[in-house]
């Protein structure tokens, strides 16, 4: 079996024990050491560290497997060696603040799933070394996935779905974290990684990034943030926010949409980004990724629960409903009560035209059948004229007097009526024509009379 040292400096670091591949000897063995510097390799007695995963300013990250777990489980152990030659006092605030960040950061794992889980922190002390050398280590949970760094390196640049993907999970724990009074402070796309089932996990919560900051100098060490995705406040030392993990975060997607470094991509004479000709996005992505890249952090976005309603589709106005067919207006019966002057000026009417109309027949079709049924509907045109208003008031008057004239002048109508042949035919036409008037309102106001007893009644 392979042991990895974890001593910084070490020259042949690559130990192999052929011993080690017997289970029971793997288990059992209480210690190995370096074959070339003696540093002791089983990490308190239980994490085999096997293989170097990756180096930073102020550490080294190493795959390694737990001997007290049924399967051995694999998982990261990770070293901090604060920079500098550091006096006691300093070791023991760098010690402490290292046990302090592992406690938050075993409860940021615990309490979400895509931050992984702290399993141990704990100390080495070397006992080869000249002045007993500490060496501060955590062990976390392996991800087995591949970092967004190591993507774009394989499949080169990020998609817009894609990278919206990314961004939105990631979002959510920088929200979790921010809510739980954490700020992570080296977002970059080698600390986002993508597990083999799809979810992303963000990486490296940087205990090493406090106790840099508090025992080393903050303006020349290399650990404190990563170039080109820090903000400014972070890289002149002040205050960090929430919204400096936000502008980290937003040059991690510019990186991932181009392919190319934030270095690049950053006018510094102009003090802008200048990033969207090189990146196939949308116009709301980019306003959102350029908020994210303000100079000042007063002017981003200062959540990132801001940031995910900014990313959220906006709800499509349903379309307009066509209006309803406007219906024709129909001329409808206009039913009312007649007043009792209507009732006597339509009988008079009625009775008066009705004698009209019947000169007119036996006039110019004689007293047959046919002149008897076309004077009976004439009759009930004009009653049922009156009955629907098509005339009324005026319009009676002139109607009988156009009638009465008609018949009146017209010679071949007055000669040819029986009942008019002697005397005065205009005369006669206007008695006969008045009689039925009477008769007829006589016939009116008797029907009127019955109308209002039964109804009444009813």
């Given at each position: ?395 009676l008057v002139i109607l009988a007097g156009v009638s009465l004239l008609t018949v009146g002048f017209v010679r071949q109508l007055n000669e040819a009526g029986e009942f008019v042949r002697a005397g005065h035919p205009a005369l006669n036409v206007l008695i006969f024509a ?25």
């Amino acid at each position: 079996m392979q042991l990895h040292c974890t001593r910084p400096g070490c020259a042949r670091p690559v130990n192999h024990f052929a011993d080690l591949d017997d289970p029971n000897i793997l288990k059992s063995v209480p210690q190995k050491f370096c074959m070339h510097c003696g540093m002791p390799l089983i990490l308190v007695g239980r994490y085999l560290p096997t293989k170097l995963l990756g180096q930073g300013g102020f550490g080294t990250a190493f795959l390694a497997r737990d001997r007290y777990t049924p399967g051995m489980r694999s998982c990261v152990v990770k070293q901090f060696q604060p920079s500098g030659n550091l006096k006691p006092a300093q070791l023991k605030v760098a010690q402490d603040l290292f046990e302090r960040e592992a406690e938050v950061l075993e409860q940021l794992g615990r309490e979400h799933p895509q931050i992984p889980d702290l399993f141990a922190f704990f100390e080495v002390t070397d006992p080869n070394s000249p002045k007993n050398a500490k060496f501060f280590y955590l062990v976390q949970e392996y991800i087995e996935g591949q970092t967004l760094e190591a993507e774009l390196v394989q499949n080169g640049r990020f998609s817009e779905s894609d990278m919206r993907n990314a961004l939105e999970q990631t979002l959510k724990i920088l929200e979790f974290v921010h809510e739980n009074g954490s700020i992570h402070r080296d977002i970059k796309p080698s600390n986002i990684m993508r597990h083999q089932n799809g979810r992303f996990y963000l990486l490296d919560f940087g205990a090493v990034k406090f106790v840099t900051k508090a025992v080393g100098n903050i303006q020349s060490s290399t650990g404190i943030y990563s170039a080109g995705f820090a903000p400014p406040e972070q890289i002149s030392g002040s205050q960090v926010f929430p919204a400096s993990d936000l502008y980290a975060l937003a040059a991690t997607c510019v990186m991932l949409l181009t392919g190319k470094s934030p270095q690049d991509l950053f006018d510094s004479y102009n003090n802008q980004w200048n990033w969207r000709k090189q990146a196939q996005v949308s116009s709301q992505f980019a306003d959102v990724l350029d908020r994210m890249l303000r100079h000042a952090p007063a002017e981003r976005f200062q959540s990132a629960t801001e940031v995910l309603a900014a990313l959220a589709p906006k709800p499509t106005p349903p379309p307009p409903t066509p209006p309803l067919p406007t219906p024709t207006p129909q001329r409808s019966p206009i039913i009312s009560r007649f007043s009792t002057l209507e009732w006597i000026g339509g009988s008079i009417f009625t009775g008066f035209e009705a004698g009209i109309l019947a000169i007119a027949m036996v006039s110019l079709l004689g007293t047959t059948l046919i002149s008897a049924t076309f004077w009976l509907m004439l009759v009930g045109i004009l009653l049922l004229a009156q009955y629907w208003r098509f005339i009324e008031k005026i319009d009676l008057v002139i109607l009988a007097g156009v009638s009465l004239l008609t018949v009146g002048f017209v010679r071949q109508l007055n000669e040819a009526g029986e009942f008019v042949r002697a005397g005065h035919p205009a005369l006669n036409v206007l008695i006969f024509a008045g009689l039925t008037a009477l008769v007829a309102l006589a016939i009116g106001l008797v029907f009127r009379l019955i109308f209002n007893l039964v109804s009444r009644l009813l």
